[in-house]
């Protein structure tokens, strides 16, 4: 059931793609940089290595399984990972121990549900409530973590930040400026590239203002793979105990529901643009959507484990390239050479060059912060989509609470 692809013999090479992606979803990759330093205890370049890893997984869902999608991280899922995993462990090798089993538990979930049938049995009999609740608690989660939780990120540099927040949620979200996007040419070109406009301005303003500190370094950087392995494998640091599996259960299934609602989101945003391309048809199979998930989430937990960056969509740039792929061949060959060319093939030699690394390292924790705010937005607005009536924003405000501040 899977189809590997390889660029020129198979698809394509879309520059246009190739190029924002090595500015976009480089920068975006490379966003828990900040975070393995601090909280993991790891080097740098041993962030950078164990991002390389997470890059190569994601890519493969499209380029080695044949997923149509644009893969990325279970979105809403992250800030309850990283609330689970910081107040679980006390040291680097607790938290990867439960980032181990967090993952595996996922992985397990994902082949019995999704084999089995049930999956979708059980999203459907969850109440609305308890669903809105879920991902609500998610937005919630997101925002206490840019503003309460990592605020000395924020007042680190404020101007940058705020730009950088304000302009992105203007072009993803802002009704008038959607609207103005379809009457004018240059306003649509520039809101194409997504989080590059935002990176720019914070660059511009925060160089201006002497926030941004640039230490551009000549060079190669060889990643530490053997260095990382023996601090985050669990064949070096050793197994989760059986205590962490049973605590990272609940999460796990949660973070299944989250799962489900991407993969549903992501057929719908193909299957809305696939009017536009009858020349490219494009076959969804869920068994193996669910395969190759399980399959990225078990290499993950084995050797490089961060719950939860092995999921199924990132929405943001599946639109954008779905966009692209709706003007026809002349525009993007395949939704799969575009969807590629966007993650650079999997072949991510760009975070080799230590020009290109120590140039994005100021924007690291911009990237993190809009990838937390991106999440919190989103879930909000689809929270009170699901959330109908009265008693179902009643359950879906207490099931929130509970789940960002009580959820131990």
Request: proline share 6%; charged share 10%; glycine share 8%.
């Amino acid at each position: 059931m899977f189809t590997a692809r390889f660029p020129l013999l198979h698809m394509r090479i879309e520059w246009r793609e190739l190029i924002q992606g090595l500015v976009v979803s480089l920068s975006s990759g490379l966003a828990l940089v900040p975070l393995l330093t601090m909280a993991f205890g790891l080097t740098f370049e041993e962030a950078i290595a164990i991002s390389m890893i997470h890059i190569i997984l994601n890519t493969s869902s499209v380029v080695i399984f044949g997923e149509p999608y644009a893969s990325g991280w279970i979105a809403p899922a992250f800030p309850f990972a990283l609330a689970f995993v910081l107040s679980g462990g006390d040291s680097p090798v607790e938290r990867f121990q439960l980032m181990t089993a967090l993952t595996l538990d996922f992985t397990l979930i994902v082949l019995f549900l999704g084999l089995t049938g049930l999956g979708a049995t059980m999203v459907r009999r969850i109440p609305n409530g308890l669903k809105a609740g879920i991902i609500f608690g998610a937005a919630l989660s997101a925002f206490k973590r840019v503003f309460y939780d990592d605020i000395e990120s924020f007042t680190a540099m404020p101007t940058a930040m705020t730009l950088a927040l304000l302009s992105t949620l203007i072009i993803a979200f802002y009704g008038p400026f959607q609207k103005w996007r379809q009457h004018n040419k240059v306003v649509d070109f520039i809101a194409s590239f997504g989080l590059l406009p935002s990176f720019i301005l914070a660059g511009v303003f925060g160089s201006l203002l002497g926030e941004f500190n640039f230490d551009i370094q000549m060079g190669f950087l060889i990643p530490p793979f053997t260095e990382l392995f023996a601090k985050v494998s669990p064949f070096a640091i050793g197994f989760p105990s059986i205590e962490y599996f049973l605590a990272a259960l609940p999460l796990a299934f949660v973070s299944y529901l989250l799962l489900f609602g991407d993969l549903l989101t992501g057929t719908a945003l193909i299957e809305s643009a696939q009017k536009h391309r009858p020349d490219d048809p494009i076959k969804f199979n869920l068994s193996r959507s669910h395969y190759s998930v399980a399959i990225r989430n078990a290499l993950s937990a084995v050797i490089a484990p961060f719950f939860p960056t092995q999921g199924i969509l990132w929405a943001g740039g599946q639109v954008i390239i779905l966009e692209r792929w709706k003007q026809g061949k002349e525009a993007i060959e395949s939704l799969f050479s575009g969807i590629s060319a966007f993650y650079y093939y999997g072949i991510p030699v760009a975070v080799m060059f230590l020009p290109i690394v120590t140039f994005l390292k100021p924007f690291m924790p911009i990237a993190l912060m809009l990838a937390l705010a991106m999440t919190a937005v989103a879930c909000a607005k689809l929270s009170f989509q699901i959330a109908l009536t009265k008693k179902d924003r009643l359950i879906m405000a207490v099931t929130a609470i509970i789940l960002t501040y009580f959820w131990g």
